[in-house]
């Protein structure tokens, strides 16, 4: 009986999807925090304001974290300023969110450091590799539950 060799972690490439997306997210954040944001209160605004997402429902699936995590980073952005939480028609359990003029305009700073971010890493591809890594991650993608427990 031949012995199985070991599994060896930074051979997955799996692993190195991980560690690249971490690292993306790492100098995201750095860039983010000098305006007061984190990657959640990022995506907050993105979800409400460029994909339309008014209920905290839509805004946690849009995001893929629990209604939790959502509550606490609407709570927080609410508090600075950023959005406002209006209770809806006609009975008032149904919670609408919009972002005030501030909110657009940290919203408006932010998005040249994403698309900064996106263009450092995806720099070092050759043309027409991104679209097929894009094309191969959804492949990988495909057929699992989009739902996050935690982003």
Sequence with gaps: MT????????????????????????????????????????????????????????????????????????????????????????DRRTTTVALTPQGVGLLERATPLAEENNRHFLDKLAPGEAEELARLMARIRAGEARDLVRF
């Design 3 to 90: 012995a199985r060799p070991p599994y060896r972690l930074q051979d997955s490439i799996l692993y190195q999807m991980t560690l690249t997306s971490r690292l993306q997210e790492r100098r995201l954040e750095e860039g983010l925090r000098g305006l007061g944001l984190t990657r959640i209160t990022w995506c907050v605004l993105l979800a409400v304001h460029n994909e339309g997402c008014a209920r905290p429902s839509e805004i946690a699936q849009f995001i893929g974290i629990d209604r939790a995590a959502t509550s606490r980073a609407l709570r927080q952005m609410e508090a600075e300023g950023w959005l406002r939480r209006e209770g809806g028609a006609p």
